[in-house]
């Protein structure tokens, strides 16, 4: 079945740092690729998403290219913020099929 | 996207009672989903509820722990039953997406303690 991999945390970075989280999937069929963020106390929200090789999904400043050839779906951010605190979760689908959840990324922003 | 409302929140329960969670969401929905966090660890999906049929649960869940209604097509409730410490969890549903390149939307959580 399909399957997310994603970097362990926490990654603590100070205001205005670049960010990188790294998230590799192995996937049958044609899969969609999301970034959620899970803010402190809250629900899940999608961050982005591509649906098929080279698209770019972004949102707030983030963005995630679909590497089918590295089978990645990096999530980078070229200035964290403070509010940008949260855990961040890769995941995967293929067609109206479940969602597969990495094991999630907790970003720390100091100021 | 579909806007889903889940309540409660939050609870505090007593060891051996049972907790439903309800999700109503904005718009006709064929597949519902119910998923675990546990403390600190990834989602986990419970079970699949789809309108007039009975729930597919995935491995290491079962009905008589985890009963799942689908009354209608709007509309889904969670119960956790005979709880324990260890069903301490935050407790989400989510809905299929419109479409196969949407995001699927998931309801704020309910998270619950029993002690």
């Known amino acids: 079945g399909n399957s997310v991999t994603q970097m362990e945390g926490p990654v603590t970075l100070s205001e205005e740092a670049f960010l990188t989280i790294n998230c590799t999937y192995t996937?049958?069929?044609?899969?969609?690729l999301f970034w959620y963020v899970q803010y402190p106390g809250e629900g899940l929200q999608l961050l982005l998403k591509?649906?098929?090789?080279?698209d770019k999904g972004s949102n707030k400043g983030f963005e995630a290219t679909y590497r089918k050839e590295t089978t990645s779906f990096h999530l980078e951010k070229g200035s964290v913020q403070v509010s940008d605190s949260a855990v961040y979760f890769c995941a995967t689908n293929t067609g109206f099929q479940k969602l597969v959840f990495g094991t999630g990324t907790r970003l720390l922003v100091s100021p | 996207s579909a806007v889903i409302s889940q309540k409660p929140s939050r609870d505090i329960c007593q060891r051996g009672t049972s907790l439903t969670i309800q999700c109503q969401v904005d718009s006709q929905v064929t597949m519902m989903f119910w998923y675990r966090q546990q403390p600190g660890q990834s989602l986990t999906l419970i079970a699949t509820?789809?309108?007039?049929?009975?729930?597919?649960?995935e491995s290491g869940f079962v009905i008589d722990k985890f009963p799942i209604s689908r009354p209608n097509l709007t509309f889904s409730t969670l119960t956790v039953s005979n709880m324990s410490p260890e069903d301490s969890s935050i407790y989400l549903c989510?809905?299929?997406?419109?479409?196969?390149?949407?995001?699927?939307?998931f309801g704020s959580g309910t998270r619950l303690t029993v002690v």
């Open positions: 509820a789809n309108q007039g049929s009975e729930a597919t649960y």
């Open positions: 989510s809905v299929e997406p419109p479409t196969q390149s949407d995001g699927y939307t």
């Open positions: 996937a049958t069929g044609y899969p969609s």
């Open positions: 591509a649906t098929k090789a080279d």
